[in-house]
C-alpha cells in the first residue's frame, strides 16, 4: 500500500518512553493510531496489566500480517487487538450507535 521507510519506525528510545508512560500512568487500556512494525505497540502491551488492552488502528493490513508473529510469539500479544480499515469505520459506527442509545435511554420526558 506504501512505500516503507526505516525513518517511520519507532525506535527503542521512543518504544521504551512509550511503554513507561503506559506503565507510569497505570493505564488498563490504550488506543494507538498507526503501528506500522508493532514494534512500539508489543512494547506498550508489556507495560500493560496482565488484564490490559492496547487497541491499534492501522490501514494496511500487510502490516499486521508483518506482526501478527511476532504479537503471537509475545506473553503479552493477547492484549493487543489491531483493527484494520473498514473494521475501523464499522466500530466506529457501532460506538456512535450505541452512544446515540445510550442518550435517548437517559432522555427523560417531562
Known sequence: MFRFSPLWSTDTV????L???AYMTRARRVLEVGMFTGYGTLTIAEALP???TIVTLEIDP???EFARPYFDAS???RKISVK???EQQQQ???QQQQQQQEYAGKV???
Open 19 to 21: 511503554g513507561m508512560f
Open 50 to 52: 496482565a488484564d490490559g
Open 108 to 110: 427523560v420526558p417531562m
Open 62 to 64: 500487510f502490516l499486521e
Open 75 to 77: 506473553p503479552h500479544g
Open 84 to 86: 484494520i480499515g473498514e
Open 14 to 17: 521512543e518504544a521504551k518512553a
Open 92 to 94: 466506529q459506527q457501532q
